[in-house]
C-alpha cells in the first residue's frame, strides 16, 4: 500500500522515504509510544529549548506536528470522500507563531498531539481499501489518501529525529 511517486508531490518523497512499512496505521499507532515515552522524558525547560536563534522550540515543534497532522487528516478526509476541491497549501510559520503555545503547558500539548493521533488512526481505519487509492488535489498536485497517511508518519520522524538530533 506504500505511495508510488506518482501519488503525491515530489516535495514529500523525504516524509514518504522515512517509512519502510507497508502498514501505516500500524506505524502511526506505534509512533503515539514512542512520541509519549520521549514527552515525558524531557523537563518543562526542555519544552522551551531551541538550539539555535530564530529555531522553533520544542514546544513549537509539537505544535506544528499537531496542526500539520490536522490539516493533512483533512487533505485525507476530502480525497477519500470524492471532494474534488483544490485544497490550498498552509504557511507553517503563521499558524506556529499565531499558536501562543508558551502559554499552554506541554502536558496539554503532549496530550493534544496523542489525542490528535487517536482521530487520525480512528479515520483511517473506517477506510476502504478503494477508498486509500482515491486522489485529491493541494495547490494543484495531486496526491492520494495513502500518500497523506505515510506524510504524516515520515513528517513526524522527520521532526522527532530533528529534536533528537539539535536540541538534546
Known amino acids: 500500500m506504500k505511495p508510488s511517486p506518482k501519488d503525491y508531490h515530489p516535495y514529500y518523497k523525504m516524509y514518504i522515504d522515512l517509512i519502510d512499512s507497508e502498514d501505516i496505521v500500524s506505524v502511526l499507532e506505534n509512533q503515539i509510544y514512542e512520541f509519549n515515552d520521549f514527552a515525558t522524558g524531557l523537563t ?7 538550539y539555535s536563534e530564530g529555531k522553533w522550540s520544542v514546544k513549537e515543534i509539537i505544535v506544528h506536528l499537531t496542526d500539520t497532522e490536522r490539516i493533512f487528516l483533512y487533505r485525507i478526509l476530502s480525497a477519500a470522500r470524492n471532494d474534488g476541491s483544490d485544497l490550498k497549501s498552509f504557511e507553517q510559520e503563521l499558524y506556529v507563531s499565531n499558536s501562543e503555545c508558551r502559554e499552554i503547558s ?16 480512528s479515520f483511517l ?5 478503494e477508498m486509500w487509492h482515491r486522489k485529491g488535489d493541494i495547490g494543484g498536485y495531486s496526491f492520494n489518501v495513502a500518500a497523506g497517511a505515510y506524510v504524516i508518519a515520515g513528517h513526524f520522524i522527520h521532526h522527532i529525529n530533528l529534536i533528537k538530533e539539535n536540541y538534546f
Open 125 to 129: 481505519r473506517t477506510l476502504t481499501d
Open 106 to 121: 506541554h502536558r496539554l500539548l503532549i496530550e493534544d498531539f496523542i489525542n490528535q493521533r487517536k482521530s487520525t488512526i
Open 44 to 50: 518543562a525547560n526542555d519544552f522551551n529549548r531551541r
